[in-house]
Nanobody, 125 residues
Framework: QVQLVESGGGLVQAGGSLRLSCAAS????????MGWFRQAPGKEREFVAA????????IYADSVKGRLTISRDNAKNTVYLQMNSLKPEDTAVYYC??????????????????WGQGTQVTVSS
């Protein structure tokens, strides 16, 4: 079992920054691909970023490249999403997810085994 708990969301003005954290329980964290997804009201959940178990490989959605950065600290069982130059269209509930025992970076929600409860990010114009 893996439990994921997100934190760090909030209200920020356009152009501002936030850092989201996702704390994971379970010994399999360090051997998991971790991903961030988001879901805005009335829209489907969409991929944001993913990182390999070593942290050496990452992939991003085109809409966030150059503004959002995913990273992880396996010693702390935590994955981060640094969000800079935020835009109103980044407003959504952000979820972290774990793909256990995988070396394959994927942007598809159905590949992920465990999900957090989400944290709200609101960007005002």
């Amino acid at each position: 079992q893996v439990q994921l708990v997100e934190s760090g969301g909030g209200l920020v003005q356009a152009g501002g920054s936030l850092r989201l954290s996702c704390a994971a329980s379970g010994r399999t964290f360090s051997r998991s691909v971790m991903g961030w997804f988001r879901q805005a009201p009335g829209k489907e959940r969409e991929f944001v970023a993913a990182i390999s178990w070593s942290g050496g490989n990452t992939i991003y959605a085109d809409s966030v490249k150059g503004r959002l950065t995913i990273s992880r600290d396996n010693a702390k069982n935590t994955v981060y999403l640094q969000m800079n130059s935020l835009k109103p269209e980044d407003t959504a509930v952000y979820y972290c997810a774990a793909y256990l025992g995988s070396t394959y970076l994927t942007r598809y929600p159905y590949d992920y085994d465990y999900w957090g409860q989400g944290t709200q990010v609101t960007v005002s114009s």
